[in-house]
């Protein structure tokens, strides 16, 4: 089942953080976060597995709840750079080799 | 400019083969990205070695296997294969790993189809 990503969009300006959120209805095995620019093909982030486990470094993390069934992605003092659009990619089993993606937060960041 | 170069870029199995995608990334990369895209869908994260260890593991299935080797190109054997193991299969490479904003570079992909 497709994971809900909030918010569907985001603008922000240079310097500003903003947080994007990943929910299931399942429980999760992992969640992987992607980047997509336009035009390009998506770029793996991280991946975060069961356990609550956080990820990250100074610039962007993300946390994973386990109980709640959400992860959260962190971006500090965001830059032109960030722009682009996130998806969530949440798995369920371990062994079955598919995840399957959120519909995506457009983050859109300003001078 | 040297590209992600990945081999071959056709190949035709049979159910129940092996098949070996080969990956040589970009000069002076250390970090190579496998993703499987099926047909309509959205690409996949498989596996990531940095510096010829295993640093990440996505949704790769466990008749999948992969490793980096010492002149840090990459191979992704798969056995067993299935039909729906039919797929474009990405390979990618960057300067660093760890840091998010590090250039991810793609190759042409390897189309593998299942019969």
């Known amino acids: 089942q497709q994971p809900v990503q909030s918010p569907q969009a985001v603008i922000l300006r240079e310097g500003e953080d903003a947080v994007i959120n990943c929910s299931s209805s399942k429980a999760l095995y992992s969640v992987h976060w992607y980047r997509q620019k336009h035009g390009e093909a998506p770029v793996f982030l991280m991946i975060l597995l069961k356990g609550g486990e956080q990820k990250g470094h100074e610039k962007i993390s993300a946390s994973f709840n386990e109980k709640k069934q959400q992860s959260s992605l962190y971006l500090t003092a965001s830059q032109l750079s960030y722009s682009g659009t996130y998806f969530c990619?949440?798995?369920?089993?371990?062994?079955?080799?598919?995840?399957?993606f959120g519909d995506g937060t457009t983050l859109t960041v300003k001078p | 400019a040297a590209g992600v170069i990945q081999s071959p870029r056709h190949l035709i199995k049979e159910k129940r083969e092996t098949a070996t995608l080969k990956c040589y990334p970009i000069?002076?990369?250390?970090?190579v990205y496998w993703y499987q895209q099926g047909p309509g869908q959205d690409p996949q994260f498989l596996i990531s070695?940095?510096?010829?260890?295993?640093?990440d593991k996505g949704s790769i299935p466990d008749r999948f296997s992969a490793q980096q080797f010492s002149d840090y190109h990459s191979e992704l054997n798969m056995s067993s294969l299935e039909l729906g193991d039919s797929a474009l299969y990405f390979c990618?490479?960057?300067?660093?790993?760890?840091?998010?904003?590090?250039?991810?570079?793609f190759g042409p992909g390897t189309r593998l189809t299942v019969t």
């Open positions: 070695f940095y510096e010829k260890m295993q640093s």
């Open positions: 990619g949440t798995e369920i089993d371990t062994n079955a080799g598919k995840s399957t």
């Open positions: 990618a490479s960057s300067a660093g790993q760890g840091l998010w904003d590090y250039e991810q570079y």
């Open positions: 000069p002076r990369h250390d970090t």
